[in-house]
């Protein structure tokens, strides 16, 4: 008798185990459908010192913040817009004079598809943005940048989730250039890959 106790009282615990998780995961499928909002972004700051040959060290500060907004055109893919904001200064205290810093904004179209709508959400995107920078002295200069991307959300709630990803850069930027061997307009040519970990509300 107490084996068959036991054994429905096991069987009772197991369906009920199994319908939590059932609801658990219905919970956890994101909103990845048409007619949904997606609000992303990422903050990141560096802050470093190094030292030259000479003796000549300098601190060098890095901020980037990266909002984006996007909208679900049809399941699994969405569209939006995407800004992405640049700080790089570096600083000399023992030497006077010796500021630099290099402020870009870039704001371009982003399209995202979704491989699966789970509680792990892998996608691929692309992005366009206009680059609109300034260096210490100088006027603002323009260029573009190209990216193309994987990433997995990671979904901790129903609408919340974490978002590592890894992209491919290549940018080009506008620069004036004044001297005997090569006077006037030229361009800077970065190709860069970057990784880094975003938030995600759905």
Avoid: W
């Avoid at 260096?135 to 979904?155: A, E, H, P, Q």
């Amino acid at each position: 008798m107490l084996n068959i106790k036991f054994t429905f009282s096991l069987f009772i615990l197991s369906i009920f185990i199994i319908e939590f998780n059932s609801i658990s995961k219905a919970q956890e499928i994101s909103y990845l459908h048409s007619g949904t909002y997606n609000f992303s972004g990422s903050i990141d700051f560096t802050l470093t010192t190094e030292t030259l040959p000479g003796n000549v060290s300098y601190t060098e500060k890095f901020i980037n913040c990266s909002p984006a907004g996007s909208y679900f055109i049809l399941d699994m893919l969405a569209v939006g817009l995407g800004i992405n904001y640049n700080y790089n200064g570096k600083y000399n205290p023992s030497t006077s004079g010796f500021n630099y810093y290099d402020v870009s904004l870039e704001y371009g179209p982003i399209i995202k598809y979704y491989f699966m709508d789970e509680k792990f959400a892998p996608y691929i995107e692309a992005r366009y943005a206009v680059d609109i920078f300034k260096l210490v002295g100088n006027d603002k200069k323009y260029g573009y940048t190209v990216s193309i991307g994987l990433g997995m959300n990671y979904f901790i709630t129903k609408n919340f989730s974490l978002e590592p990803y890894i992209k491919y850069q290549y940018r080009i930027k506008e620069y004036l250039v004044f001297g005997e061997t090569t006077p006037g307009q030229t361009y800077l040519i970065d190709k860069n890959i970057l990784y880094g970990f975003g938030v995600d509300y759905f």
